[in-house]
């Protein structure tokens, strides 16, 4: 395949923009739920600890009587010792609007809150989705972790790689009429996956957690290849040093291609989409996630720069 058309595709994804737009469409599809939540009900989303275990930062909605709603963001209270915020994250979540926790107030409670209605869930949804994302500093809507309703709302992802144990139906080959028949095939073998169906942003990209790995998956507007990459470090110091250190991994990779684009490294891998076979997107999710997983701390402290999910090991 074309390395260079290769680069070319990757290098016109906006990784910030995909981003605002996943965060985007999870604040409306959380803002439609609970504006048609039952009195009584309750609905908990959380943060995915994907290298730690204990009570990771979460918000969680209420609704009252006559369509009122209450949202609680996670306090230290609430937080296992690994999740504790700092005073900057508390100070942040009162700045943002929302009441320290208390247990004498009309609304006792361990966590911060604040107070909506169901004609407002709009504003209540955007109001704790920027606490997931500024606040927790969950980077992107594919690791939360709905507790109930996620069929509606982002889904969480794959807790693992794909496997390479294939079926009949991953065998098959299946020639591709062209952009939006190929995107369908792939946001069809991502909903099984997934076990719900992908997030996809404007441009056509799919967006999905393998492991730890951010993963990406785009197809050419040809319909002749299917690309899955990850950006694996972010902002990184030094283009010329980081070209030789990725010339030198380009070198000994199989199958994966390491690519600087402005200031972020990432991996990727194409694979033919004529005709469109199931088990090779499964073994390319499979190496670009492996890959990224093996070297982004590696590569992080070699470039200067950051990984995705920052350790805090």
């Known amino acids: 395949m074309d390395a260079d058309n290769n680069a070319s595709e990757v290098h016109s994804f906006d990784l ?25 009900a309750t609905l908990r989303i959380g943060s995915l600890a994907t290298e730690q275990e204990g009570t990771a930062p979460f918000v969680l909605f209420r609704c009252g009587p006559e369509e009122q709603l209450v949202a609680e963001a996670a306090g230290n209270a609430a937080l296992s010792e690994e999740f504790q915020l700092d005073d900057g994250q508390l100070g942040q979540l009162e700045a ?32 704790a989705t920027e606490v997931l994302r500024s606040v927790y500093r969950v980077p992107h809507p594919a690791f939360l972790a709905p507790d109930q309703l996620a069929e509606i709302l982002t889904p969480p992802g794959a807790k693992e790689a794909p496997t390479t144990t294939f079926d009949d139906e991953d065998l098959a080959a299946r020639m591709v009429a062209g952009k939006a028949d190929l995107d369908r095939l792939i946001g069809a ?15 056509g990209d799919f967006a999905l957690r393998v492991g730890s790995t951010m993963v990406f998956v ?4 040809d319909a002749q290849e299917v690309l899955v990459f990850s950006a694996v470090v972010h902002d990184v110091e030094g283009r010329s040093r980081a070209m030789e250190v ?31 076979v199931p088990a090779h997107l499964h073994q390319a999710l499979r190496a670009v996630s492996v890959v990224s997983d093996e070297i982004d701390e590696h590569l992080a402290a070699k470039l200067r720069g950051r990984t995705t999910f920052a350790s805090d090991g």
């Open 16 to 40: 910030d923009r995909s981003t605002d737009q996943a965060w985007a469409e999870f604040a409306g599809r959380l803002g439609e739920v609970i504006s048609h939540m039952d009195p009584g």
């Open 246 to 276: 990725l010339s030198d991994l380009n070198t000994e990779a199989r199958f994966v291609r390491f690519m600087l684009i402005k200031d972020r490294v990432f991996v990727s891998l194409s694979i033919f989409a004529q005709p469109f």
């Open 96 to 127: 943002l609007g929302w009441q320290p926790p208390n247990v004498d107030d009309e609304h006792p409670s361990e966590n911060f809150w604040r107070v909506g209605d169901q004609e407002g869930a709009g504003d209540l949804a955007a109001a």
């Open 189 to 203: 073998e991502l909903t099984e996956l997934l076990g719900h169906p992908p997030l996809q942003d404007d441009d």
């Open 218 to 221: 785009r197809a050419t507007s």
